[in-house]
């Protein structure tokens, strides 16, 4: 039997490898054939791009090289030679466009030289026709930087960890553009990083794990049965019109997609094997014109337009035929083969001048030597130097313990992983519950700038003028695709695990325990529940849980500080606190917090030379207090909130009891209220179980692990084994299951506002609330199962999992209910939009169904007004209450929309109605007779004469 290797002669000559030049160069001539002509397009874009990005990834040394060195030769080699190319081609389009021939060329209007710049680096939209794969090149960019930073936080390894992560991005690329969601405003489409990057880090394991020699290692039997499968999977995505336009977001085939991108690789793999080994002409060839891709891709297309160019100047094309980026249709069957030719030929010939003139070679990015070079001198800089090695000093002080126990309990990281994913889902689909977080919305569709000085405005006017800078950029955070469906809650769903994973960073650094740290941190993500109530994660996580993630933090630095006594760590601690604080005053109880720690942590030892440890928290809060007085004297404001105001000491008291209560961990689940609403709104599906069994299970699994005695000499300096600091832990952390609520139980809004039987159940302090209960619980729990026997900790976990597994059963249904009021909301948006509701611009309509209200979900008065003149730029009022101003009606019933006025009914629906429709308008059943339908943004109007007959009073109804 022959060696493998020797079948494609994977010897390296001047440092390149045969193989991968004739795939390079099958690939880029399938690319110029596939614009050339669209006979083989059905197969060849099935793959073309992801095969280029693959081919990049298994190129790159990732794991061999130091960050810097892979960034600067990132930039040098690609962003260098795109801004090159943008700069010359701007410039040839501005020439020639002021002797009047652009448009001749091209059928457009020049944007302008500094527009096209613009348009370039601001928007990832190429206004240079024939430099439009430049996008591969950016995109190329961004992925090594973005891949290059997570394996250097992955502490510079490509594992299954890095492969589960880009996986995930994957997947998440694929959600964006299912829900058409576009995110150009950047040098690169993030849709088609998320999606390439895939397939560069499948190239970098491919070539890691030798993937490839091990596909040579197969008999001759075996290749050709891999190869036939993967050419029927190939033939079958044809028949099945699986195209994947990375470039046009064209991904519909989330699930197919891998599956024919790699089946068509390995295609392409055997191919050139088989090649390097039969014809070494043909090999040659195919190596020359891949050691070119690069220049290939940049040029062929300005080559296709100098053919056309040549077409029409002999007479063969008309001046509308060669405005195109390729062929007609009736040129490109006769002329593909020579256009390939020539395309390909004068690309090979052009970039090869330009290779070998000096300054020019650097600027393309080809000049090898200048550019590791000068990698090497920027990474040997002081402040470089210095820079690395600091962040990989802080990287391994902040990750060690966790890095250590990850990598010893691989299947616990995925454990804890899944269980991330698994909690993404409910809170994703959540939607808006309350009518502050739907303005919210709004004005964050107006974009950022309006979104940031209507709500500075709004917190100055409430008398927080220290909120307002930091408020308004956070609150932000949970609105950054407003108009997305519910990708929006994206950014509240990172806040959230941020959070989580700072609390549980808190009590690592407290109790210098990673198990109790990452059990507390699990717990608190697993309780946490999705209520119809003014709390995170619901509402406010911008706002709230941002601030709570960076207490949190400051916690951390600060026993950090405690345990080494550097000054850095109290200062960046206290920096945190004291921007907490300006979020929210409340943050101030979380001072006696500080000093908890210290004397947990020091005890009585030397106490009197501590005092600083003591001080420094109360300092910070005193400057705090100076500051917020002072700003309540420039900002003066009567709002309630934060006004002293209640009668007796009993509303302050009812206040804070039922904050305590609420806020223990099941709740909720146990509430007579909310059992009644799980009983009403169930509405859960086979995924629905599925999706809770499996964080039943992983919950389940996780706690074992955690808490099982065998394991638990494996936390080191363990303080908790005393029973009186166990005491003392339990007491702080029910301190604070009271201690914040105490601003809001003396504040003149809540007095009789806050109780179990009426009014609100929680507050947005209550999710800090929530946490100092998940702890004790977690505590008491981490207790019990370290010292009861085998068998009552098992009983302990199967009780916690129960709780677990109802609490998740909880978020689904809410969730589904609060996403079918969103999506309610979106569908009224969606009518508005239409071309029918846009020409009733300056009229009064009265619409009682626009704003009915939903669960918590209260529209205000004229919030569809301000959404018509803000969002969708024209002057419909839809007012709440009637008067004798309004033109008509609008109505909906959750299957149609109906506007009535004098003259005519209007109705909108969905799905093409019967011929006969009946509605209630003002109580009265009518039928209306519908014609001829339009289609108007996604719905069937139908325009009915209400003078013709055509309606009537519907008796037998």
């Known amino acids: ?76 080699t690609l962003l260098l030679p795109f801004a090159f190319f943008i700069l010359c081609g701007d410039s040839f389009n501005y020439i020639i466009n002021r002797v009047g021939v652009y448009k001749a060329l091209f059928g457009d209007e020049y944007i302008g030289f500094w527009a096209t710049i613009k348009e370039a680096f601001l928007h990832n939209r190429l206004y240079i026709q024939y430099l439009g794969t430049l996008w591969f090149i950016v995109t190329l960019f961004a992925i090594e930087i973005t891949i290059a930073l997570l394996v250097s936080i992955n502490n510079k390894k490509v594992d299954v960890k890095m492969i589960t992560l880009s996986f995930l991005l994957f997947v998440l690329g694929f959600l964006s553009v299912d ?83 790699i089946s068509s690789i390995i295609i392409i793999f055997y191919t050139a094997a088989f090649i390097c080994k039969v014809s070494k002409k043909l090999k040659n060839v195919l190596r020359f014109i891949g050691k070119d891709s690069y220049g290939i891709m940049i040029f062929f297309f300005g080559f296709f337009k100098l053919f056309m160019v040549a077409l029409y100047l002999f007479g063969s094309a008309k001046k509308k035929q060669i405005r195109g980026l390729v062929l007609p249709a009736e040129f490109s069957g006769k002329y593909w083969l020579l256009l390939t030719i020539f395309s390909v030929t004068g690309a090979v010939v052009i970039w090869e001048v330009l290779k070998r003139i000096r300054y020019i070679r650097f600027l393309v990015g080809q000049d090898t030597e200048k550019n590791v070079a000068i990698s090497g001198r920027v990474s040997e800089l002081p402040t470089i130097k210095k820079m690395n090695s600091q962040i990989a000093e802080k990287r391994t002080d902040l990750f060690r313990n966790m890095d250590m126990f990850l990598r010893k309990h691989n299947v616990l990281f995925f454990c804890l992983l899944a269980i991330i994913i698994l909690f993404s889902i409910p809170q994703m689909r959540t939607g808006i519950i309350i009518n502050d977080e739907l303005q919210a919305r709004c004005l964050a569709m107006q974009g950022f700038r309006k979104f940031y000085t209507t709500e500075f405005d709004g917190w100055k006017a409430q008398g927080r003028l220290l909120a307002a800078p930091i408020n308004s950029f956070t609150k932000y955070l ?29 009590i690592n650094s407290i109790f210098r325990d990673i198990r109790f740290a990452v059990f507390c941190g699990v717990s608190a993500l697993s ?92 300092i910070t809060s005193i400057l705090y207090l100076v500051c917020y007085v002072v700003s309540g004297k420039i900002a003066q404001s009567g709002y309630d909130g934060n006004q002293l105001g209640f009668d007796n000491i009993m509303g302050p008291l009812t206040i804070i009891s039922t904050l305590f209560v609420v806020c223990i961990p099941g709740f909720f689940v146990a509430f007579s209220r909310y059992q009644s609403y799980k009983a009403v709104l169930y509405n859960l599906e086979g995924l629905d179980y599925l999706r809770i069994a499996l964080f039943a299970i992983l919950f389940a699994y996780v706690c074992y692990k955690l ?85 009552y900790y098992v009983v302990v976990i199967a009780l916690m999992t129960l709780l677990v597994l109802n609490i998740q059963q909880m978020n689904d249904i809410f969730s589904k209910e609060q996403n079918r009021n969103f999506e309610r909301l979106q569908e009224i948006e969606a ?4 071309d029918v509701i846009k020409g009733l611009d300056g009229k009064f309509y009265y619409s009682e169904d626009l704003y009915k209200q939903e669960n918590l979900l209260a529209i205000h008065d004229n919030y569809w007004s301000t959404y018509c003149l803000d969002v969708l730029d024209f002057d419909l009022k839809i007012g709440k209450e009637r008067n ?17 006025d004098e003259d005519r009914i209007i109705v909108f629906s969905r799905d093409r109605m019967d011929t006969e429709r009946v509605m209630t308008l003002e109580g009265e059943p009518l039928a209306v007779w519908v014609g001829e339908t339009t289609m108007d943004n996604g719905f069937n109007v139908y325009s009915v004469d209400r003078n013709d007959g055509s309606i009537y009073k519907a008796d037998n109804y």
């Open 1 to 76: 039997m022959s060696n493998p290797i020797s079948l494609c002669n994977i010897e390296k000559d001047h440092n390149r490898i045969e193989w991968v030049d004739v795939f390079k160069g099958i690939m880029i001539l399938l690319v110029v054939i596939g614009f050339a002509t669209g006979k083989f397009n059905g197969w060849i874009y099935q793959f073309y791009m992801a095969a280029f990005f693959f081919i990049s990834g298994f190129l790159f040394n990732v794991e061999k090289k130091n960050t810097v060195s892979i960034v600067m030769k990132s930039i040098l």
């Open 179 to 261: 829900d058409d969601i576009h995110l150009e405003n950047l040098l690169f489409n993030i849709n088609i990083l998320l999606i390439s990057q895939f397939y560069f880090v499948l190239g970098i394991i491919v070539k890691k794990w030798q993937v490839h020699t091990k596909l040579l290692e197969f008999s001759f039997l075996g290749k050709a049965f891999l190869f036939f499968v993967c050419a029927v999977i190939a033939l079958l995505a044809k028949l099945h019109e699986i195209t994947i336009g990375i470039a046009s977001e064209n991904s519909l085939h989330q699930f197919a997609e891998p599956i024919v991108i």
């Open 478 to 506: 949970s609105f950054i695709w407003p108009d997305k469906g519910t990708l929006f809650r994206l950014g509240s769903v990172i806040i959230l695990v941020f959070v989580v994973v700072a609390y549980t960073m808190m």
């Open 527 to 618: 309780c946490m529940p999705i209520v119809f109530e003014h709390m995170c994660p619901g509402a406010f996580v911008g706002f709230i849980g941002f601030s709570a993630g960076l207490l949190f933090c400051s916690v951390y630095f600060y026993a950090k500080y405690i345990s080494v006594n550097k000054g850095k760590y109290a200062f960046v601690s206290m920096l945190l606190f004291f921007v907490s604080m300006m979020s929210y005053e409340a943050f101030i109880t979380f001072t006696p917090l500080y000093l908890m720690i210290v004397f947990g942590l020091i005890k009585y030892r030397k106490l009197d030379a501590k005092i600083n440890f003591f001080a420094i928290p109360v």
């Open 707 to 791: 808490l099982s005695k065998e394991y638990s000499k494996e936390s080191s300096e363990n303080k908790s084994s005393g029973k009186g600091f166990k005491l003392y832990a339990i007491l702080c952390g029910i301190s604070y299951m009271i201690l914040p609520s105490t601003p809001n139980s003396v504040s003149k809004m809540y007095q009789d506002n806050v109780s179990l039987d009426h009014g609100f159940l929680c507050l947005p302090i209550t999710f800090l609330e929530y946490f100092a209960a998940s702890f004790v619980m977690s505590y008491l729990i981490m207790i019990l199962c370290r010292t009861a026997h085998r068998k």
């Open 831 to 834: 009518f508005l939009q239409t």
């Open 884 to 900: 004798e101003h309004q033109s008509g009606i609008i109505g909906y019933n959750d299957e149609v929309f109906y506007v009535v």
